[in-house]
């Protein structure tokens, strides 16, 4: 198996639709990696993507793929396969980044995590949202102490009309584990808890409704690209209360479907006891840079600003993490197990226990 730096790391990339496709594009921006399998059930599309990057292994399995001689693996498929594909590639000591979600519960995240720790592999999850300028930035000012001690936070990811794919693998809660909330709610909710210095989050109180796409509205008009037929089984807006270690709280709301502005909205709200800001993407991901305000006093006096931030490079970022990280070694390897995205997932678990009991759940 070729680590070291001297030898081109072998890679292969499991799934051909959007998030695929960055990674698949992402590795062969970076020297002495080589993509070497890809795997996807659409027929024409696999020979096109094979073709355009040079990728002679193709392959309909991920089963198949995986026989190959590989260092490490993309997971990019339904989030029902990311837990079977990771433990499997894991278990012959490939390394792992998988696609967010982590996995579609916390029980599938623990095995995950319990087989890269078993190998001594890295897993990591794709977090790109995190990776951007603008977020990047607000954490600098955080860390610095800028804002003092945050004690009340809030984070959105919003859309009018955005359930990706009706009735395809998304909106089954059988293949995707959630609506939103663990769609586009996890993105939130691991660039918040980052942005607030990882706190313990000790108990979670939410709510979930579907009540636009069971009626076949609030559709984004893109489809899958394994599309299977299934019914609206997940929500489509979700909203969580979440108490902190310390004291402080945050409030996530996660939204694929609802009256509302027509613009999507990504934004980030943080309360501290010597200053504030604001993160307001309108557009979301396809925003490069958002607009970001600070709210400090001086003398007396408001002293605010807005802060300007360059656009992040978030797929090509967070692929080129999990190559350095592989090429650091062991030791980086076991801080890579997968961990901070098993406790988003045990959050997000909370979160849906909440809303079907109607209570507050302890973590
Ligand atoms: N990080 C992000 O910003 C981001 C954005 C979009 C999607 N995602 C995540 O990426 C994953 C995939 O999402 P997508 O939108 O690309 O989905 P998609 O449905 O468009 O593509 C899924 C791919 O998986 C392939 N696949 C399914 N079963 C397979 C099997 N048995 N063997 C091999 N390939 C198989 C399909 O053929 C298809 O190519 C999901 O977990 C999703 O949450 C992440």
């Known amino acids: 198996m070729s680590t070291t730096k001297s030898e081109p790391l072998k890679v292969g990339v499991i799934g051909l639709g959007w998030a695929g496709q960055q990674h698949l594009a992402a590795y062969q921006q970076i020297d002495g990696v080589e993509v070497v399998g890809l795997a996807g059930k659409e027929t024409d599309l696999l020979a096109e993507l094979g073709a355009k990057h040079g990728v002679q292994g193709r392959f309909d399995s991920w089963e198949e793929m995986l026989g190959l001689d590989l260092d490490a693996v993309s997971v990019a498929v339904p989030t029902f396969l990311h837990a079977p594909i990771a433990i499997a590639a894991l278990d012959k000591g490939i390394h792992v980044l998988s696609e967010k979600p982590i996995a579609r519960n916390g029980d599938e995240a623990r095995a995950m995590v319990d087989a890269a720790r078993r190998a001594g592999r890295v897993l990591d999850v794709a977090f790109n949202h995190r990776r951007r300028g603008d977020i990047g930035a607000l954490k600098q ?24 794919g009706l009735n395809s693998w998304f909106t089954s809660r059988e293949l995707a584990g959630g609506g939103p909330l663990a769609d586009i709610g996890v993105h939130v909710l691991d660039f918040a808890l980052y942005l607030l210095g990882e706190p313990k989050v000790l108990a ?15 559709g984004s008009g893109r489809t899958a690209a394994d599309a299977t037929v299934s019914p609206f089984e997940v929500e489509d807006f979700a909203s969580a209360f979440l108490r902190l270690e310390g004291g402080a709280t945050l409030l996530i709301e996660a939204g694929w479907a609802g009256y509302r502005s027509p613009k999507d909205l990504m934004d980030f709200t943080v309360y501290g006891t010597d200053g504030g800001a604001e993160l307001r993407i309108e557009g979301a991901s396809f925003t490069p840079v958002g607009t970001l305000s600070v709210f400090t006093e001086s003398e007396g006096r408001n002293a605010d600003r807005v802060v300007a931030a360059e656009p992040g490079r978030a797929h090509q970022q967070v692929v080129e993490d999990f190559v350095e990280v592989i090429r650091s070694g062991p030791a980086a390897w076991a801080r890579h197990d997968g961990s901070l995205a098993l406790m988003r997932a045990e959050i997000i678990d909370a979160a849906y226990l909440s809303a079907t009991q109607n209570r507050e759940i302890q973590l």
Do not use: C, H, N, Q
């Not at 000012?141 to 859309?159: C, D, F, H, N, V």
């Open 204 to 218: 979670v109180s939410a709510v979930t409704y579907a009540e636009l796409g069971p009626r076949g509205r609030g």
């Open 141 to 164: 000012i955080i860390t610095a102490g800028e804002l003092g001690r945050p004690y009340y936070a809030k984070a959105s990811w919003l859309r009018r009309a955005g359930i990706p």
